[in-house]
C-alpha cells in the first residue's frame, strides 16, 4: 500500500510579523504535519513610485530588517523555519510549493490593490491543486462579525464606534503550539542588508521621539513598559498631543503598522492593566485610538481604489497644484511656517512624526499650498516608519477635504504651534543650527 505523502502548509509573512495571536501560524499547525515560512522582501516595495518617492525609505527598511531578524528567531524557538528572500513574492512562492510539494499556502487577507495584484499572480503561477487561505487579522473588530456587507460601514466615524462597542465582542489573542524538532528544514536564505536593499547605514539622531527597534520582542516589551512599568498610560488622554519625548503617545503605531503586535493583544493588555489598577479616559483612549485605525481600513475596504484617488471617497472637484518648488520646500522645511518645518525635518531625520505634527503639515500642504494631497500621502508612505496604507490614505482624504470629514476644515498652524509647542521647545530642537 503506497504511504500518503505528509501535508506541508506554507505561512506566507506579510504584515502579520509575529507569533502571537496569528491565524494563518495556527491555521497552518493545526491542518499540516509540516510547517514552513516565507517573508519576501519583494523589489516592488523598494522601488520608486509614479511621484519619484521611493515606496520603502531607508527607516522603515530597517525596522523591517529588525522586525524579520527578531521574527526568524520566535518561529525558531516554535521549531518552524523562516525563508527569507530578496525577490517577487511570485517566483519565491512557485519555488518554495514546488520544492517542498506544499498543499496549503496561509496568509494575512488583503484588500488594496497592490496587494491583489501580487496575489492574483501567485494564483497564476501556482497548480490548482494547492489551496490558498486568507484570513483578516489586522483587526481589533473582526469582519466576519461587523459586517456581512462593507458597503453598510458608516461614513461617520462616530456612528461606526457606537455601534462596534454596543454590539460587537473583541476575540481572545490566539495562542500559537510548538511544533516538534523534526519540522525545522535546512535553510540557505540570508536575510537581506540594508545595503542589499540600497540604503547606506544611518545613524538617527538622539533626540528622536521613536528609538525603538522593530520586532515582535520589542513591541512587547514596549507594551509592558508603557502599561505596568512606568504606567503612563493612565496619561494618555492628556499627554497625546505632544512633541518631544518617548513617552507623549504609546508608539505603538510602527509594531501596529507592520504585524509585530496585533491591536487584539493591546486591547486585552490595557484589560489586563485596568483590572489590576483601575481604568480611566486615558485607558479608554487607546482602545478609541485602535477603534480609529479599524475605521480606516473599514473604509478602504467599502471604497477599494476611491481611498487613492484625487477626489477621494467624495468624489469632490477641487484645484490642486503640482509646483515642485512648494513640494521640495515643504519637504525640506523651507516653508513659511516655522511648526510645518520644525515637523516636516523631524520626519527627514527620524522617519518619525507626531500626530499633531501630522494633521498640521498634511493640512498645510493641502489647504494652504494646495498641492495634490496625494504626493503628500506618497512622501509620508516612503518615510514614515509606522506606515500604514489605510491610516495614511484615510488621514490624509480627511484633512484634503475629500475624505471622513464633510466639513473640509483647515489648520491654523501657528494656533496649533501656540497650542501645542508655547515654549518653542519642539521647534528649537529641530530648528536651531548646531555644531554636533
Known amino acids: 500500500m503506497q504511504q500518503q505523502q505528509e501535508k506541508t502548509g506554507l505561512v506566507w509573512f506579510r504584515n502579520n510579523l509575529r507569533v502571537n495571536d496569528n491565524i494563518s501560524l495556527q491555521k497552518a499547525i493545526a491542518d499540516n504535519e509540516k ?23 531607508k527607516f522603515r527598511a530597517k525596522f523591517l530588517l529588525e522586525t524579520i531578524e527578531n521574527l526568524k528567531k520566535n518561529l525558531a524557538d516554535l521549531n518552524i523555519t523562516l525563508l ?83 454590539t460587537v465582542a473583541i476575540q481572545e489573542a490566539i495562542t500559537i503550539a510548538k511544533l516538534p524538532v523534526s519540522n525545522i528544514i535546512d535553510d540557505t536564505t540570508k536575510i537581506p542588508t540594508l545595503k542589499a536593499l540600497g540604503f547606506a547605514a544611518f545613524e538617527v ?68 492593566y485596568e483590572a489590576e489598577y483601575k481604568a480611566n479616559q486615558s485607558t479608554y483612549w487607546v482602545i478609541f485610538e485602535l477603534i480609529w485605525r479599524d475605521y480606516f481600513k473599514y473604509i478602504s475596504l467599502k471604497y477599494d481604489d476611491k481611498i487613492f484617488k484625487i477626489g477621494g471617497i467624495l468624489d469632490k472637484d477641487y484645484h490642486w497644484n503640482y509646483y515642485q518648488k512648494d513640494i521640495n520646500k515643504w519637504i525640506n522645511g523651507e516653508t513659511k511656517d516655522d511648526f510645518v518645518n520644525a515637523n516636516m525635518i523631524e520626519l527627514q531625520k527620524t522617519g518619525w512624526m507626531s500626530n499633531r505634527g501630522r494633521q498640521n503639515v498634511a493640512s498645510y500642504f493641502a489647504k494652504e499650498l494646495l498641492l495634490d494631497w496625494r ?38 498652524t501657528q494656533m496649533q504651534a501656540e497650542r501645542y509647542d508655547a515654549n518653542h521647545k519642539f521647534r528649537k530642537m529641530w530648528l536651531e543650527k548646531t555644531l554636533f
Not at 501580487?118 to 483578516?136: G, M
Not at 509620508?380 to 475629500?402: C, I, K, P, R, T
Open 205 to 272: 539622531p538622539e533626540k528622536t521621539a521613536f528609538p525603538f527597534k522593530g520586532g515582535e520582542d520589542e513591541a512587547l516589551k514596549r507594551l509592558d513598559n508603557y502599561f505596568f512599568e512606568t504606567k503612563k498610560v493612565a496619561f494618555y488622554k492628556k499627554t497625546r498631543n505632544g512633541l518631544v519625548g518617548t513617552d507623549y503617545s504609546t508608539k505603538f503605531s510602527a509594531w501596529l503598522a507592520n504585524g509585530s503586535i496585533s491591536a487584539k493583544t493591546i486591547y486585552w493588555k490595557i484589560k489586563e
Open 375 to 412: 504626493i503628500g500621502a506618497a512622501y509620508f508612505e516612503s518615510q514614515l516608519l509606522d506606515y500604514d496604507v489605510h491610516s495614511n490614505y484615510g488621514n490624509w482624504m480627511y484633512v484634503a477635504g475629500v475624505g471622513n470629514d464633510p466639513r473640509d476644515r483647515k489648520f491654523n
Open 35 to 57: 510547517v514552513i515560512a516565507v517573508y519576501c522582501f519583494d523589489p516592488k516595495q523598494f522601488a520608486e513610485d509614479k511621484f519619484g518617492f521611493l515606496k520603502t525609505a
Open 84 to 166: 527569507t528572500y530578496f525577490d517577487a513574492t511570485e517566483n519565491v512562492i512557485e519555488k518554495i510549493v514546488s520544492n517542498f510539494s506544499v498543499s496549503n499556502i496561509y496568509t494575512q487577507k488583503e484588500w488594496t490593490s497592490e496587494e491583489i495584484e501580487t496575489n492574483n499572480a501567485i494564483l497564476k503561477a501556482l497548480p490548482s491543486s494547492v489551496n490558498f487561505i486568507e484570513d483578516y487579522d489586522q483587526f481589533l473588530y473582526h469582519p466576519e462579525n461587523v459586517s456581512k456587507d462593507f458597503s453598510n460601514i458608516p461614513n461617520v466615524f462616530t456612528v461606526f464606534r457606537k455601534k462596534l462597542e454596543k
